[in-house]
């Protein structure tokens, strides 16, 4: 693995059980998504279909390296490039991928308009990113999208999976939000945890607890983003540059979007 962060208080510790904290983080997503693996199917399916077995990928807020992760174990022969900001959930990706030379790092605000300098490659075959990119709002969100059709090549694929909400069926959504809030408090009554509490875990680490406290002074408690309908995202992917988008995917919250350069 190459890392090309200079921030040398995220250093992994040795010893520490990275792929434990990766698999704690994937069961703490699966308690709000529990389609999060067929999601991830449906994504290295499309990648399969339009660009191959081997890619060189762009894990976009890439977290602790979930779509890294499911790419190389299904694909050997892959490349990732990692960027995130979050400093707690690189650390994580750092353990997990430690001593992986097909897996790259990157620490880079993607709202920095020079982000894409610090990449390894000037074009990417696929771009991935998962559960991420609700934290932008429309404009910023709509300026990474150009970034984006910048870096991935032509007969090259984006993909989004996240929430995309249709404002148009109110009724719809209420119910949807209802179901799956009853699903969640039944799942903790079994011992899941949720977002918050994960991160109290992770606080307690002595290894995490730095990159913790760093990280919540980025971000925040809560996401500021907004959530567009499928429509709305590749409406924007089609102007950035894209030459066809619509979702491969989706559950009744969230959407798997692909756009073909």
């Given at each position: 693995?190459?890392?090309?962060?200079?921030?040398?208080?995220?250093?992994?510790?040795?010893?520490?059980?990275?792929?434990?904290?990766?698999?704690?983080?994937?069961?703490?997503?699966?308690?709000?998504?529990?389609?999060?693996?067929?999601?991830?199917?449906?994504?290295?399916?499309?990648?399969?279909?339009?660009?191959?077995?081997?890619?060189?990928?762009?894990?976009?807020?890439?977290?602790?390296?979930?779509?890294?992760?499911?790419?190389?174990?299904?694909?050997?022969?892959?490349?990732?490039?990692?960027?995130?900001?979050?400093?707690?959930?690189?650390?994580?990706?750092?353990?997990?991928?430690?001593?992986?030379?097909?897996?790259?790092?990157?620490?880079?605000?993607?709202?920095?308009?020079?982000?894409?300098?610090?990449?390894?490659?000037?074009?990417?075959?696929?771009?991935?990113?998962?559960?991420?990119?609700?934290?932008?709002?429309?404009?910023?969100?709509?300026?990474?999208?150009?970034?984006?059709?910048?870096?991935?090549?032509?007969?090259?694929?984006?993909?989004?999976?996240?929430?995309?909400?249709?404002?148009?069926?109110?009724?719809?959504?209420?119910?949807?939000?209802?179901?799956?809030?009853?699903?969640?408090?039944?799942?903790?009554?079994?011992?899941?945890?949720?977002?918050?509490?994960?991160?109290?875990?992770?606080?307690?680490?002595?290894?995490?607890?730095?990159?913790v406290a760093r990280r919540f002074e980025i971000y925040g408690a809560h996401a500021d983003g907004e959530m567009p309908s499928a429509a709305g995202h590749?409406?924007?992917?089609?102007?950035?540059?894209?030459?066809?988008?619509?979702?491969?995917?989706?559950?009744?919250?969230?959407?798997?979007?692909?756009?073909?350069?």
């Amino acid at each position: 693995m190459t890392d090309t962060s200079t921030d040398t208080g995220t250093a992994t510790a040795a010893g520490s059980d990275w792929r434990a904290w990766q698999e704690s983080w994937d069961r703490q997503q699966e308690w709000y998504m529990p389609d999060r693996e067929d999601r991830f199917r449906t994504m290295l399916d499309m990648v399969e279909a339009f660009v191959g077995p081997d890619p060189r990928v762009l894990d976009l807020a890439c977290g602790t390296g979930s779509i890294t992760a499911r790419l190389l174990d299904r694909f050997p022969g892959a490349t990732s490039t990692g960027v995130d900001l979050d400093p707690a959930l690189l650390t994580i990706a750092r353990g997990t991928f430690a001593g992986d030379e097909r897996v790259t790092l990157v620490e880079a605000d993607l709202k920095d308009p020079g982000w894409t300098a610090r990449l390894p490659y000037d074009t990417y075959d696929a771009v991935l990113t998962a559960t991420a990119l609700h934290w932008l709002r429309s404009e910023p969100l709509e300026v990474l999208y150009g970034q984006v059709a910048e870096l991935v090549r032509h007969g090259g694929v984006f993909m989004n999976a996240d929430h995309m909400i249709d404002d148009s069926t109110p009724r719809i959504n209420a119910a949807e939000a209802a179901h799956s809030r009853a699903r969640r408090d039944r799942a903790m009554r079994n011992g899941a945890l949720d977002w918050a509490e994960w991160w109290a875990l992770a606080a307690a680490d002595p290894v995490l607890a730095g990159p913790v406290a760093r990280r919540f002074e980025i971000y925040g408690a809560h996401a500021d983003g907004e959530m567009p309908s499928a429509a709305g995202h590749a409406r924007v992917l089609r102007e950035k540059g894209f030459g066809e988008s619509r979702p491969v995917w989706c559950s009744p919250s969230d959407t798997l979007l692909l756009a073909l350069k």
